[in-house]
């Protein structure tokens, strides 16, 4: 009976639809080894695939199979796809630019259906970021889930629609069940859930203070029905492990401690395994004294209850938004003689820690480092950290006089110059007014690509050795005037991402608001300050005379004031939930012409035993074409999303800002074979088999950087028969 109706809706959505349920009924047992059924090819987050037609010595003759156009890219460069597809059953599911689900075949990347999650909205479309989708299968009950803007949909997988038995009519609403009335804060999953069972676990991705966040405690859903079976807090409430490391009340108010970054599952064991990132506000935290548990931790949960088994907290008292910044992998090594299940976490500053996976135990000496106290108003910074002794770091750690870049005189006195005017950088230097060197960056070290491991205990992880400059700002009493209210407003919730002077930030697709009062009229921006769109959070917690205010002062209606005094004061009577301070934004530090600020390499790819803690190598990643034409050796380049290993003794990636997809030798890191995208590869690569052919695909989406945004998939294989 469900064969004949499932068949009957196929057939009235059309072929498309018809040839995805005849594919999906003819699964056959072992498709994980010709398939990529899992974010990240499984759910230990190897990145790896046994496939091996593809190979070191055939991999120069790669060329491109098929191109996969989606038709919604945004011409204002904005729009990004950073998602790692599915490949199930000759069937290709991923996101597009804005956000559409859609499915394409496998061996000619022919679409066979699309669901808009935002068909009939005002919004039309969505400019945001989702790195993958889920898979679930029990009998003929076959889904996709996916998630945009706050919700969590489930998709038939053969035709497209929603589940309607799931959640409310196909979705669930990712600001219900976290304890406290979120609707009128930033909350949404960029990086897909993980399955265990009939159970979903969902990471999420909140505000970053400073103004108000929600908590980002982990959560179980039925999958089959979408209800809550399970919380974790990780602000823990009263009477729970962890709840003495923060104020008595800080279970009410403090925001973040939430795992974005995604989840790994060991399924024989039960347990889940969750990173997380810092509590917010990200910069002071004078109103969570402590050490923050269970902030910037690696959490092992039981899977099917979500009690705590171990956890590990790699930061304390984060105040330099080090969170955990992509899934663990779990490996298993050689030590001693004996083989031992572990779990490795990349982070943002550049270190590989590596644990027992039972225990919790690190199996390579981590010390406790002496670090600077904080001279901010209110702040108490915790005093030690830890710090891994091996596995060395696969990033820079100092940015010293010896480091300020030497591409031309002028651009050397240039950083310089700025360089005498900032705090000496130490690691863990506190955040200033004066302005503190963050390096590596906010962006890494490690970022959310994270790193590929393979069945012979080899990591391979991309960084970048980029510095950034933080500036702390603080908000004072002072002048009741509107433009001076404004001003602290916009400083507090704005200044960020749009900067104190409103011209956007190229590099992070943060567009200018400089004369915005041209370009959209006063109810529009009230109305997207209310709403959000894309990677704007709504900002609905405010009033409506406080939203005034900030439109106000965006659209130069009042005169301008000296609200920011000359000591880096912001004065007014608008200071939001009595938070001190905010920042003049996430500034990378470039040089008079746009290179960063700090000798190369700029962006590298590195190998690490994890059997011995030694790298093997380490190797640039991106090649700047002016550069080169003037005989500047390969400097590497910033770069974003992740590697892909093959049993091939390949490693695929492309992510850098030039725009390449390359090969490089597993053994040696030497490129073998590269080649132009037609937008940047900022997204992991997928692999798999159909009709006896080994393909490679990567989102290109591009956006990222101030590079051009793409609406494609491109997947590569060898020639096929004539």
């Given at each position: 009976?469900?064969?004949?109706?499932?068949?009957?809706?196929?057939?009235?959505?059309?072929?498309?639809?018809?040839?995805?349920?005849?594919?999906?009924?003819?699964?056959?047992?072992?498709?994980?080894?010709?398939?990529?059924?899992?974010?990240?090819?499984?759910?230990?987050?190897?990145?790896?695939s046994s496939l091996h037609q593809i190979s070191t010595r055939n991999v120069g003759?790669?060329?491109?199979?098929?191109?996969?156009?989606?038709?919604?890219?945004?011409?204002?460069?904005?729009?990004?796809?950073?998602?790692?597809?599915?490949?199930?059953?000759?069937?290709?599911?991923?996101?597009?630019?804005?956000?559409?689900?859609?499915?394409?075949?496998?061996?000619?990347?022919?679409?066979?259906?699309?669901?808009?999650?935002?068909?009939?909205?005002?919004?039309?479309?969505?400019?945001?970021?989702?790195?993958?989708?889920?898979?679930?299968?029990?009998?003929?009950?076959?889904?996709?889930?996916?998630?945009?803007?706050?919700?969590?949909?489930?998709?038939?997988?053969?035709?497209?629609?929603?589940?309607?038995?799931?959640?409310?009519?196909?979705?669930?609403?990712?600001?219900?069940?976290?304890?406290?009335?979120?609707?009128?804060?930033?909350?949404?999953?960029?990086?897909?859930?993980?399955?265990?069972?009939?159970?979903?676990?969902?990471?999420?991705?909140?505000?970053?203070?400073?103004?108000?966040?929600?908590?980002?405690?982990?959560?179980?859903?039925?999958?089959?029905?979408?209800?809550?079976?399970?919380?974790?807090?990780?602000?823990?409430?009263?009477?729970?492990?962890?709840?003495?490391?923060?104020?008595?009340?800080?279970?009410?108010?403090?925001?973040?401690?939430?795992?974005?970054?995604?989840?790994?599952?060991?399924?024989?064991?039960?347990?889940?395994?969750?990173?997380?990132?810092?509590?917010?506000?990200?910069?002071?935290?004078?109103?969570?004294?402590?050490?923050?548990?269970?902030?910037?931790?690696?959490?092992?949960?039981?899977?099917?209850?979500?009690?705590?088994?171990?956890?590990?907290?790699?930061?304390?008292?984060?105040?330099?938004?080090?969170?955990?910044?992509?899934?663990?992998?779990?490996?298993?090594?050689?030590?001693?003689?004996?083989?031992?299940?572990?779990?490795?976490?990349?982070?943002?500053?550049?270190?590989?820690?590596?644990?027992?996976?039972?225990?919790?135990?690190?199996?390579?000496?981590?010390?406790?480092?002496?670090?600077?106290?904080?001279?901010?108003?209110?702040?108490?910074?915790?005093?030690?950290?830890?710090?891994?002794?091996?596995?060395?770091?696969?990033?820079?750690?100092?940015?010293?006089?010896?480091?300020?870049?030497?591409?031309?005189?002028?651009?050397?006195?240039?950083?310089?110059?700025?360089?005498?005017?900032?705090?000496?950088?130490?690691?863990?230097?506190?955040?200033?007014?004066?302005?503190?060197?963050?390096?590596?960056?906010?962006?890494?070290?490690?970022?959310?690509?994270?790193?590929?491991?393979?069945?012979?205990?080899?990591?391979?992880?991309?960084?970048?050795?980029?510095?950034?400059?933080?500036?702390?700002?603080?908000?004072?009493?002072?002048?009741?005037?509107?433009?001076?209210?404004?001003?602290?407003?916009?400083?507090?919730?704005?200044?960020?991402?749009?900067?104190?002077?409103?011209?956007?930030?190229?590099?992070?697709?943060?567009?200018?608001?400089?004369?915005?009062?041209?370009?959209?009229?006063?109810?529009?921006?009230?109305?997207?300050?209310?709403?959000?769109?894309?990677?704007?959070?709504?900002?609905?917690?405010?009033?409506?005379?406080?939203?005034?205010?900030?439109?106000?002062?965006?659209?130069?209606?009042?005169?301008?004031?000296?609200a920011l005094t000359p000591r880096g004061e912001v004065t007014g009577d608008e200071?939001?939930?009595?938070?001190?301070?905010?920042?003049?934004?996430?500034?990378?530090?470039?040089?008079?012409?746009?290179?960063?600020?700090?000798?190369?390499?700029?962006?590298?790819?590195?190998?690490?035993?994890?059997?011995?803690?030694?790298?093997?190598?380490?190797?640039?990643?991106?090649?700047?074409?002016?550069?080169?034409?003037?005989?500047?050796?390969?400097?590497?380049?910033?770069?974003?999303?992740?590697?892909?290993?093959?049993?091939?003794?390949?490693?695929?990636?492309?992510?850098?800002?030039?725009?390449?997809?390359?090969?490089?030798?597993?053994?040696?890191?030497k490129v073998l074979w590269q080649t132009k995208l037609p937008a940047g590869g900022?997204?992991?690569?997928?692999?798999?088999?159909?009709?006896?052919?080994?393909?490679?695909?990567?989102?290109?989406?591009?956006?990222?950087?101030?590079?051009?945004?793409?609406?494609?998939?491109?997947?590569?294989?060898?020639?096929?028969?004539?």
């Amino acid at each position: 009976m469900f064969q004949e109706n499932c068949a009957g809706r196929c057939l009235a959505l059309g072929r498309g639809a018809l040839l995805v349920w005849v594919m999906l009924a003819g699964a056959a047992a072992g498709a994980a080894d010709k398939d990529w059924p899992v974010y990240l090819g499984d759910k230990a987050r190897s990145h790896y695939s046994s496939l091996h037609q593809i190979s070191t010595r055939n991999v120069g003759g790669l060329q491109v199979a098929w191109t996969y156009h989606s038709g919604d890219a945004r011409s204002d460069n904005l729009s990004q796809i950073q998602c790692n597809p599915l490949i199930i059953d000759g069937v290709v599911y991923g996101t597009t630019a804005q956000l559409k689900l859609v499915a394409l075949q496998a061996t000619t990347g022919k679409e066979l259906w699309r669901y808009d999650p935002f068909a009939g909205s005002a919004a039309g479309g969505a400019v945001g970021i989702n790195r993958g989708v889920v898979y679930w299968a029990e009998g003929r009950d076959r889904r996709i889930l996916f998630s945009a803007d706050h919700f969590l949909y489930a998709v038939d997988a053969a035709t497209g629609r929603p589940v309607r038995s799931f959640g409310q009519e196909g979705h669930v609403d990712l600001k219900d069940d976290l304890g406290r009335d979120v609707s009128k804060l930033y909350v949404v999953e960029t990086t897909p859930s993980i399955v265990y069972q009939n159970l979903i676990f969902l990471p999420l991705r909140v505000g970053e203070g400073p103004a108000p966040a929600a908590p980002g405690h982990i959560r179980a859903y039925d999958i089959r029905t979408g209800k809550m079976v399970w919380i974790f807090h990780t602000i823990p409430w009263p009477g729970e492990f962890g709840a003495d490391t923060w104020p008595p009340d800080a279970w009410t108010y403090v925001g973040g401690a939430n795992c974005w970054a995604g989840m790994a599952l060991d399924e024989a064991r039960g347990v889940l395994y969750a990173p997380t990132g810092s509590a917010s506000f990200d910069f002071w935290g004078g109103n969570r004294i402590g050490q923050d548990l269970f902030a910037n931790c690696l959490l092992a949960l039981d899977a099917r209850t979500g009690r705590r088994l171990w956890h590990y907290q790699c930061v304390h008292h984060d105040l330099w938004d080090r969170d955990l910044p992509a899934p663990p992998n779990l490996v298993t090594l050689q030590r001693d003689g004996h083989k031992v299940d572990a779990i490795t976490q990349t982070t943002k500053s550049g270190h590989v820690f590596v644990f027992n996976r039972d225990t919790g135990e690190p199996l390579f000496p981590v010390r406790e480092i002496q670090v600077p106290p904080s001279d901010l108003e209110g702040e108490a910074a915790w005093p030690t950290q830890p710090l891994p002794l091996k596995p060395t770091p696969f990033a820079r750690q100092l940015f010293t006089y010896d480091q300020i870049t030497d591409r031309s005189p002028e651009a050397h006195r240039a950083v310089l110059d700025r360089f005498a005017r900032l705090r000496p950088h130490v690691p863990f230097a506190p955040p200033s007014t004066q302005g503190t060197i963050i390096f590596p960056g906010f962006d890494g070290g490690g970022e959310w690509g994270g790193a590929a491991t393979t069945p012979d205990g080899m990591l391979y992880v991309n960084a970048n050795e980029m510095a950034w400059i933080l500036t702390m700002v603080q908000m004072r009493p002072g002048t009741n005037s509107p433009t001076a209210r404004g001003e602290q407003m916009f400083a507090q919730i704005c200044a960020a991402c749009h900067g104190p002077e409103r011209k956007g930030n190229k590099a992070q697709n943060v567009p200018s608001l400089v004369d915005i009062g041209k370009r959209m009229s006063k109810p529009d921006i009230l109305r997207l300050l209310q709403t959000g769109r894309g990677m704007m959070p709504s900002f609905g917690f405010l009033s409506e005379a406080q939203k005034k205010l900030v439109v106000d002062f965006t659209c130069d209606v009042n005169p301008p004031s000296d609200a920011l005094t000359p000591r880096g004061e912001v004065t007014g009577d608008e200071v939001l939930g009595g938070i001190p301070y905010s920042i003049t934004g996430y500034n990378r530090w470039f040089d008079t012409n746009g290179y960063p600020a700090v000798k190369p390499p700029w962006g590298t790819l590195n190998a690490l035993d994890l059997n011995t803690g030694e790298w093997r190598w380490h190797v640039t990643l991106g090649e700047d074409p002016a550069l080169t034409a003037r005989g500047v050796p390969p400097t590497g380049l910033e770069n974003y999303g992740g590697p892909l290993a093959t049993a091939g003794g390949l490693v695929f990636i492309g992510a850098s800002k030039d725009e390449m997809f390359r090969a490089f030798d597993r053994r040696t890191g030497k490129v073998l074979w590269q080649t132009k995208l037609p937008a940047g590869g900022y997204a992991t690569p997928a692999t798999y088999m159909a009709d006896g052919r080994q393909y490679v695909v990567i989102a290109c989406g591009g956006g990222k950087m101030g590079t051009k945004s793409g609406d494609s998939y491109v997947a590569f294989a060898l020639p096929g028969p004539k």
